[in-house]
């Protein structure tokens, strides 16, 4: 079946630094790649939709100077948390979907990037 | 605004129990709705519904969509400790290619 990749799957780092998270498809091309964050006992929320080649769209309320997002080639995407702050910690999901399917197709998720900031 | 809202929120179960979650939306053309259950890391397809009143079902598990009265509901019977987890649903829009997710309902099943 489809498998997204997504690494790191774990970051602790102090205040200020800036956090580069990949997403990759493994064996399928995905135009569109969905970036969410989950904080503890709640549901998914849509940061921003990648597309390849384009700038990503970002949902209200997301600084896109804040969280850059690269979607450079069909197989991978990038988030970068610039100078992360306690407060960006969370858990940081994206998904993909497969090119070759109509966006009737459920989304593939990667295991996720649990993101701590001292 | 789109919106998805999951009951209960949380459910305490013991093993062997049936349970059945519950999905209602409220969305601008409706394409599709979907069940996904999320363990320890990334939440995992369950199943994908897109036409009222047909079943669908895998071991334990089934679901099924109303779309006259918009909601959806996830059944487990004999529920196992594996079992455990939260159950997402999501709603897909006609037009986009977001999915707007629920707040989910958190399932433990005690031994």
């Known amino acids: 079946g489809a498998v997204v990749s997504q690494h790191p799957s774990r970051v602790i780092c102090k205040s200020g630094t800036s956090v580069k998270i990949e997403c990759r498809s493994l064996?399928?091309?995905?135009?569109?790649m969905f970036w969410y964050r989950q904080f503890p006992k709640q549901s998914l929320m849509l940061m921003a939709t990648?597309?390849?080649?384009?700038?990503?769209?970002?949902e209200q309320g997301v600084e896109k100077d804040k969280f850059l997002i690269n979607h450079a080639s069909l197989t991978l995407s990038t988030l970068t948390v610039t100078s992360a702050h306690p407060e960006d910690s969370s858990f940081y999901i994206c998904?993909?979907?497969?090119?070759?399917?109509?966006?009737?197709?459920?989304?593939?998720f990667g295991d996720g990037t649990r993101l701590s900031i001292l | 605004e789109d919106k998805v809202v999951q009951s209960p929120l949380s459910l305490v179960v013991h093993e062997g129990d049936t349970v059945t979650l519950n999905c209602s939306y409220e969305?601008?053309?409706?394409?599709?709705l979907l069940w996904y259950k999320q363990e320890k890391k990334a939440p995992t397809f369950l199943f994908m519904l897109?036409?009222?009143?047909i079943e669908k079902k895998s071991g334990r598990l089934s679901s099924i969509l109303d779309k006259k009265e918009l909601f959806s509901i996830l059944n487990i019977t004999a529920t196992q400790t594996g079992d455990s987890a939260i159950y997402l649903c999501?709603?897909?829009?006609?037009?986009?290619?977001?999915?707007?997710f629920g707040p989910g309902t958190r399932l433990s099943v005690l031994p």
């Open positions: 998904s993909a979907r497969d090119r070759s399917g109509t966006v009737h197709q459920p989304q593939h």
């Open positions: 064996d399928f091309q995905a135009t569109t």
């Open positions: 990648s597309n390849e080649g384009s700038k990503a769209t970002y």
């Open positions: 969305v601008t053309n409706f394409r599709s």
């Open positions: 897109t036409s009222s009143g």
């Open positions: 999501a709603v897909v829009p006609l037009y986009g290619q977001n999915f707007v």
